[in-house]
């Protein structure tokens, strides 16, 4: 089996692909898709996805039927940031599963205003109400199937031996989403341990960390936000109306006033390799290069990778739930060789712990952006535990790209 991994060039937001090929079959796997802005991430997509590894054109004709294929889309969370080209790849593509967090109604509230505070035109709450109603008539392509991962409730909040227990990963057929298998009819919702992989040689596990704790003294955030404003009924589709009504001034205050300055939404995670040590080690030509080194000499062209086990980890919120993290992922939590650095290196989603295994630590950022990410607090944590950061911004000459095989 070959894979590819790249670290697309996007700015402030978060962009991921794989390519998983074996034998005559190839999928391709997308985590996340959005990056400073909607028309940036169209224009990157359109003349530079999917050949991202060939020279790049403007010219896509050549493109094959299989090329136009995307076989899984997992959505970290429903924020600007990191679903604004997601609509592309819906109407360019065949995008045969889009994977994303099962929401409350909170969380679908909180996700709705942080993106209209940030532009009334949001591409994510267009996509949310689509999604979340199962409404695919906006887009070319509606062969689309949606699966939504259950957050998980049950108590993960004692934290495991911090090598893990090396337990195997069981599979499941009757729950588990077998992206090799043409004839898959999987109901829409996955349950809180169910895999998605490709023949069982490659592994994707999803985790939607457990519902936060509503604060005591505000009660759930939809019923602070009516009684704050004197509503009676708050719908994804009566929002627009109900900001242009009260104000947007005073429904960023109502926000704030409930989360706080400090505030990150959910995010779900995906880990991605294979799930036990000894298939770990069975991989050979494993190197990350910048496909861009020529024209930078300046950049390292190639690194040595022993470990291609990726975590992905959108905004997660690491202060929140590490222990439930580590406890979920436990069986394979010293497998991990790879993180994406959640919230484009923020401090407050920081914690050193996190790295302890990692060779390398991937940190998608907008050059000079004005939250002033990464932290560099957080960059010495990174280089603390023996991991090494990269950052990747909108700039083509910091584009990564992992090549491994599998014996």
Sequence with gaps: MKITRIIHPIGQGGFYSETLKEGGQEITVVYDCGGNSKPFMENYLENYFPKIDEKPTNNNQEQSE??????AVFISHMHEDHVNGLNYLLNQFHVKYLILPELEEDEKLEAFLYNYFKSPESVGNQLMRDIYNRDFSYYLN?????????HHNSDLNEAPNDDGDSTKIEFDDNRDLNLADEENTKVYLLSTDAKVHFDRRWVY?????????KPEQKGSFID???NQLSLRKVTLENLPAIIKAKGIRKCKKVYTDYFGNDHNSYSMTLFSGVVTVDDTLRFINSTMENIYNKRYSFLP??????NPNCLYMGDFETKKHMKSLKRYYNPIWNIIGQVQVPHHGSSYNHLNDLYKFAQFGFISVGEGNK?????????MGIKEMGCEPFIVNENMSTIKVFHATKD
């Design 66 to 71: 299989s090329e136009k294929t995307i076989d």
């Design 142 to 150: 509606s062969r689309t199937r949606i699966i939504l991962v259950q």
């Design 205 to 213: 596990i999803p985790f939607n960390p457990p519902v936060k704790p």
């Design 224 to 226: 602070f936000f009516k």
């Design 301 to 306: 062209p190639y690194y040595c990778c022993l």
């Design 371 to 379: 939250y002033h990410h990464p932290n560099i607090e957080t960059l």
